[in-house]
């Protein structure tokens, strides 16, 4: 099936917290959105896999997601095999999304810099004809762009995608994963959380910083290596007072 | 009167708005805070002198400063001038603090590049016995540390400093001027306001992201440039988890 | 009188051999572009100022300009005045121009450096209401967006303008600078030019290096400093292949 | 075992060498530290396994060391493996220490390089409680903070610990690892070692350079990423002058 | 055999498009140049792997190589093992050469990161006598100079080779890889070149470009990591005016 | 007079402290070398104007100096005039150096950046035949290089000068400099020294570590902008091992 953007997270939650609102303003635009979790999110420590899954696909009801493929590769030990890029670049010929949204290959947790690692090979690969996939009877074909989504390293973004129409139900996307908001028992005080923060709070306060930076009040940052066409200088609207 | 730190900034309301907490608690811990502010913010869109000058009062009460000095340097128009970064230099001197704290040198407002410059280049002055300030009785003396607070040109800080203790004492600060707060007149539409955000809005959620970083709930960076003597590896509370 | 793009540069030919591409693309556009040249490029090698204002007139009719002014600052001895930045921000606030494109910060002339201060400081004045301007009729407004052009010192650029259809153009508009493109004389061996480069050929080179990191024949690269908002991600045509 | 400090170091010296005058301190005031050397050595042009065993016993007795681990990895071999980076996150574990010391990701030695990476992967890991650990007993655990030594390619750091007080004991520390020191044999010229100097005279020269930057005498270098608490701006003593 | 450099590159005619010129120019001068291919680019879209020994074979004979190996690793498929990295170090002692040119480890083929990352590995291996090299006859050398050539991703670089002198035989050279030049069919429409541009189109843009920085009409940019020995400040030619 | 090499200095013992001994290797070799220094250091905590004079004399004749200008600036108050670049550009003219040394355009004494900052606009203007000289009879000249020195703000250098030939001779020609070595009172404590170090010990330092980079005793880094001809990738000396 044809896509028009795909993402690449490392666990399932990952897309959502990150990349939530960009995917529910292009749901309600008419794209069609896919997700490749490159693991079950097995190794979390609040919730079973089972719990995972099903609240997984509690969220991609309200995404309206066309897809979501699990690359099953084991949490906590996602590795920039030659197997998984090739996979991952099958699976986007397979799908020819114009967009790759995917981690950015500097972040504190190891599973999201390989992600984006793989990812970013994965797009460059899927563009040569003879790439090393036996299966493969789709034709080499290479995402417009790619960027990258922030995890707990800052980066300047080259945009913020504004989420404020979209930002109450990115907050119920992000509440489907009910288990990884609560403590899991009496002793889980939350110390693996880096940074002893709630997600919810965190999701929120990044919002608020990203969008006013462009003046809105909710945002999601994205990150573009390398300069990107300018199509109109004078569309953008403003950002700055009047 | 010697202090212990001393704060450089264009504007009255820009110390409290960007080291407002770090002033809170070093006055709470006992310590002698002084401030001098470039301009008297005439030029500021709303509020005339005297308001702002009202204001000032009324904030100075609640930090409980030493010492409030004003330059009377023409606001939007700071030159880096040699008299300037002298009279700040022989301040400096006469307050012999350990910290300085002033502007980064880069931020979009002219006045706060300039205050950022002259307060560098003042600190580096104050060391030197033979600086050409005709009035100087005070010998030479250097602060300890420059440290730069962040303007709307994010940074990556060396030091974060958790002000949640005396966050609600830092909103009634800001709220002190309360000309900056609240429209000027029917055409007032906060145009003047770079992306259009509410002040207080736009320092809580400073406040909430810096915190973070650090894994508490609200902070105010700080930026270093050079390294730092490390007194004790072991010293510093966790940041991250149990 | 209203218009779209302002373009700040410190030498006649400098707007057009660093955006003239993007100008024509705009005037093409049917949008309002308007040229402020600081000085009048007095100290040039080649040509007198009255050859440059020849020239100038009549690179302003392929150009199709709104309006054009000049500073008349010395030539070589711009410097970044209180007086200057406030004209250039009382003409930016009469032209109310939705865009502003300056000269980077960084450059090896230092009337292009001093340039891109002038400009820098001018779009964030004038979006102050009281910016001490005695002339003043108009209202604070700021211009939506800053974006700077490229000189002798390269940069990674944010955007690409495409400026394949009118790249002929583009070469006709430098060559109005004749004076430029020859000796003055027996003595001039060029040696006044950094690189000893002919205009045109370095024009085409430029042209052709950011327009291949697009995926077009020929590009003028532009800088902004900052997120932008991301309006689709999905707009921008391919430039990585099919 | 409960340790304060845990060095991770590809080689034994390596840890003496970068951060012996840190850790000789750090036992002084009574902290327990310990150190996992990833390799025995055996690669080196200089001295047998047998005789770095020797040595490092030696070093051992002078640093009063808690404990001392090697995982035997193969010298001039390290690789980034799940399994080697789920070890270290078990000894993290079992160690519980507050601060990990470990080399730069950036080096010229790819060890080294490895090792600094190793421990980024390793400090995230043992904060997470289903780490694929079959042996695991102890809970999940994140040192407070994870500090970088420097190798070969300098940084900015962002501390400087002054071993000033210990400085002649670092040097017999690093004497300690005498076959390193000399040549081992009428062929060896010291060609393996980088820019041919001798690692006494390289100690020194970084201790003295580091050292000037905090204005003490001797100091070693440490990178923290990303912003620290500030405990109390005021704590540190001076760095300029009086 | 003694070689005077070595180039180590991911596919045949990277080292003629991105080194091409100075390699004539060293053979020119009587050095003895050898390539170290690490795949035999069969996974390119156009032309057979036959096809491409030819075309190298050709490429050979104008570049007077003393020597050509290949390591026929997978292409698409390059890793960084550690017996490719042990071969590579092999082949560098075998060879003796004074200076090492390769990829940088940032490019968007993975194929040319990894070989940037096993040749800066090799080359740092290549100098420790105890490399575990079974086949080792050879002691230890480490090339005098490592520097990068470019690919997609641009950098500053250290230096410019003026290529003028050769570059219609550079043109020549790369005109030797026939069917990377043209559509291997119908369906090939070129997507799988990056940005669409023809090779020898962006070879010579590339060359005008880093040309015209150091004031020539051609040359090929390299890096070098770190300081260089400076023999005479004023041997270099002037590459500004007269 | 022509020259081969001019130095551009802030104060009397800049120049000697951060090149001497590349002036030394340049006077040995039998080139040409000027100095201008800024001010006459009457600033200087230590030492009268008088004394400064005298030890500079007696620097100069260790030197071998072509010739030394003292423009006269106010120490610790030059200023980036329009007449002080422009007095620059004339000497520049006049003395035809080859390459012109200078400070880097940041470093903690604002003298030092304002230096730098004249020096590389001075360079750029020394090329424009028209520069506003009334005084000018001497034709556009710009220096091949300029090369920037290093003060208290480290940075990567692009070139070291093995100055191990000539390292004695270094520490007497900053010895000329005896008031600066010394406390001028029983109240001098060297609190004008930033860091506390003494400036033979701190010369020393700095020599070894960047000799230590090239590996080589004593070394001093130079910094260039923008790419360097590559005159010849073997010429340069083995700096790794054998």
New interface residues.
């Given amino acids: 099936m044809k896509l028009?953007?795909l993402v690449v997270a490392a666990h399932p939650d990952d897309a959502e917290i990150s990349v939530g609102g960009?995917m529910l303003l292009?749901a309600r635009?008419g794209?069609k959105v896919g997700v490749v979790d490159l693991t079950r999110g097995?190794?979390?420590?609040r919730g079973t896999a089972d719990d995972r899954a099903r609240e997984t696909a509690a969220a991609n009801r309200l995404l309206g997601l066309a897809v979501r493929h699990n690359l099953e590769l084991?949490d906590?030990?996602v590795?920039a095999t030659?197997e998984a890029?090739e996979r991952l670049a099958s699976i986007v010929r397979e799908h020819e999304p114009?967009?790759l949204l995917a981690h950015h290959v500097d972040d504190?947790?190891?599973d999201h810099r390989t992600a984006g690692e793989l990812a970013?090979?994965a797009w460059?690969?899927a563009?040569?004809?003879?790439?090393?996939d036996p299966a493969a009877t789709r034709?080499?074909?290479?995402?417009?762009?790619l960027?990258h989504f922030m995890g707990h390293?800052?980066f300047?973004?080259?945009?913020?995608?504004?989420i404020g129409p979209v930002f109450e139900e990115k907050r119920a996307l992000v509440r489907c994963y009910s288990t990884q908001l609560a403590p899991a028992g009496p002793?889980d005080?939350?110390?693996?959380?880096?940074?002893?923060?709630d997600i919810l709070?965190?999701m929120e306060?990044?919002a608020?910083?990203?969008g006013?930076?462009?003046?809105?009040r909710y945002g999601e940052?994205?990150l573009h290596?390398?300069?990107?066409?300018?199509?109109?200088?004078?569309?953008?609207?403003?950002?700055?007072?009047?």
């Fill in positions: 028009d953007v960009t292009l635009a794209k097995e190794l979390g420590t084991a906590g030990r590795e030659l890029r114009d967009l504190l947790h190891p970013r090979s460059y690969l563009g040569l004809a003879r790439l090393a034709p080499a074909r290479r995402p417009n762009r960027y390293v800052p300047e973004p080259t945009f913020v995608v504004d002793e005080r939350g110390q693996h959380l880096l940074f002893g923060a709070a965190r306060t990044k608020r910083t990203y006013e930076r462009i003046g809105v940052p994205l290596r390398g300069p990107l066409p300018c199509l109109d200088p004078l569309l953008a609207p403003s950002s700055h007072g009047g």
